[in-house]
């Protein structure tokens, strides 16, 4: 069982940065792909960006464009999400995820542990 804890989140204007973490723990970190979803009221949760055990193979989605950047850090057990160029369409609840198995994935239904997310809001 993984444990994980998402922080970080808030209320910005658009054009802000804001960074979100993701503490893991309760197994051995390595081994696990992670990744980042977030969902808004009334729609479904949709992929934002993943990350190998390793961290050399990362993926995004396309409304990224290159605005996000994640990143992980095995020593500490932990995974973030650098958001820069926040737009108001970047409002939602952001969630925290692991798979295990080291290869990163788009696919939702390929995670077992999720976090219990973290608000954005990015007004105009």
């Known amino acids: 069982q993984i444990h994980l804890v998402e922080s970080g989140g808030g209320l910005v204007q658009a054009g802000d940065s804001l960074r979100l973490s993701c503490a893991a723990s309760?197994?051995?970190?390595?081994?696990?792909?992670m990744g980042w979803f977030r969902q808004t009221p009334g729609k479904e949760r949709e992929f934002v960006a993943t990350?190998?055990?390793?961290?050399?193979?990362?993926y995004y989605a396309n409304f990224v464009q290159g605005r996000f950047t994640i990143s992980r850090n095995n020593v500490k057990n932990e995974m973030y999400l650098q958001m820069d160029g926040l737009k108001p369409e970047d409002t939602a609840i952001y969630y925290c995820?692991?798979?295990?198995?080291?290869?990163?994935?788009?696919?939702?239904?390929?995670?077992?542990?999720w976090g219990q997310g973290t608000q954005v809001t990015v007004s105009s």
């Open positions: 309760g197994r051995p970190y390595s081994g696990y792909a």
């Open positions: 995820a692991a798979k295990t198995t080291i290869l990163a994935t788009e696919y939702e239904d390929e995670y077992q542990f």
């Open positions: 990350i190998s055990w390793s961290g050399s193979s990362t």
